[in-house]
């Protein structure tokens, strides 16, 4: 904040808005209509999308005062790391779509704040380029579950030696939702995008091919498709993936307390309540509603991560209070990339930051242990 006063002094103002609206609208202008509803879009009429918003306007900050709060903490813990701040990136698939560098770029900003990246399975550069972009930074892979246990565990296997440390499994997403916005496109960006890269570089794929991807794209995709559709998995199953990775796991898409229970129950390290940001279930539940019922649940024995609408400081400091541990955010940083790469991903992600510190304090708290339903009021 000190910083942009002090260019502001100067005459410079930040390369574009972070206020999330404008944000959102400025990068559909930026992005045309294909990339940006891939963002954008969510499932069937978008009332999980709202619901997820909504939820958050139901929930107040009740601003304490003379708390000594100008010093403030934001470091957590969270699956046995130290990280800076309770944020992350969520795991968000083809970013070539949005700027050519992609998920590079993304790396590059998350390493340079020491925020944690979760590459998506979906990425449209390997994960051992992106590994390499990453640094030193901190790195979790995003696993949807594919049906063949070969490719299943190469992809555990390359992720682990590339320094990948912790396992986030997607389970909401085992076919892809009715989305209006893709489906008016034949979701062509999306398979533009997966065409670039992604999956071709996989030896245990390449094998299971008649002909090699170069020689026969469509094909090659088709198979890509089907492999991650449609997959019929159950909870036992998961042994499959401890057996092929040796650190944490954490569920994605948990909305259900019974489910989150499921999860420890089945040996997982953490839960993240999610709902895809609206993109899976149309007409579901808000997943901030879905967030006590889970920490009471689960919140003692294990971390219990949160996405889906996250959007501003107050919005981490409400999902933290609820008992997150720590927040993921997808689409503001993906509207960033398509702004300007890795400055683009990182004004995002740092203004985010920036907000949220800033909140904490006004509100009257110094670190996210401070946070709790107290600091709150339900409308
Ligand atoms: C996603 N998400 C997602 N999740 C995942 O596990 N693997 C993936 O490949 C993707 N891809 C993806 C693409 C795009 C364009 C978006 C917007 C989202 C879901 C993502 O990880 C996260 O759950 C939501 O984005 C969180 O909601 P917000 O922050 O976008 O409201």
Sequence with gaps: ????????????????????????????????????????GGAGSGATVRANRAAFERVQLVPRMLTNATERHLGVTVLGTELPAPVMLAPVGVQ????????????????????????????????????????????????YWPNDPGVCASLLERAKKAGYTALVVTLDTWT?????????????????????????????FRAGLQKSPEEDMPMAILRWVQLFTGTDKSWDQLSFLREHWDGPIVLKGIQHADDARKAVEFGMDGVVVSNHGGRQVDGAVGSLDALPSIVEAVGEQVDVLFDSGIR????????????????????????????????????????????????????????????????????
């Excluded at 410079?12 to 963002?39: C, I, K, M």
């Excluded at 992609?102 to 020491?114: C, D, H, Q, S």
């Excluded at 008992?323 to 955010?329: D, I, R």
């Design 1 to 40: 904040q000190n910083e942009i006063y002090l260019q502001g002094l100067g005459g410079a103002v930040p390369p574009f808005t972070t206020d999330p609206d404008a944000l959102e609208q400025s990068a559909r202008d930026r992005l045309g209509p294909g990339p940006f509803w891939y963002v954008a």
């Design 96 to 143: 070539a779509i949005l700027h050519p560098d992609g998920e590079l770029a993304t790396a590059r900003a998350a390493a340079e704040l020491g925020v944690p990246m979760v590459l998506s399975t979906a990425s449209s550069h390997t994960i051992e380029e992106v590994a390499e972009a990453s640094g030193d930074g901190p790195r979790w892979y995003q696993l």
């Design 176 to 204: 892809l939702a009715w989305r209006p916005h893709d489906l008016d496109q034949a979701y062509l960006p999306f398979l533009r995008g997966i065409g670039t890269a992604i999956p071709f570089s996989d030896p245990a």
């Design 312 to 379: 501003t400081g107050a919005d981490i400091v409400k999902a933290l209070a609820l008992g997150a541990k720590a927040v993921m955010v997808g689409r503001p940083f993906a509207y960033g990339l398509a702004h300007g790469g890795q400055v683009g991903v990182k004004h995002v992600l740092r203004s985010l930051l920036a907000d949220f510190d800033l909140t904490l304090g006004l509100s009257g708290h110094r670190s996210p242990a401070d946070l709790g339903p107290d600091a709150l009021r339900f409308s």
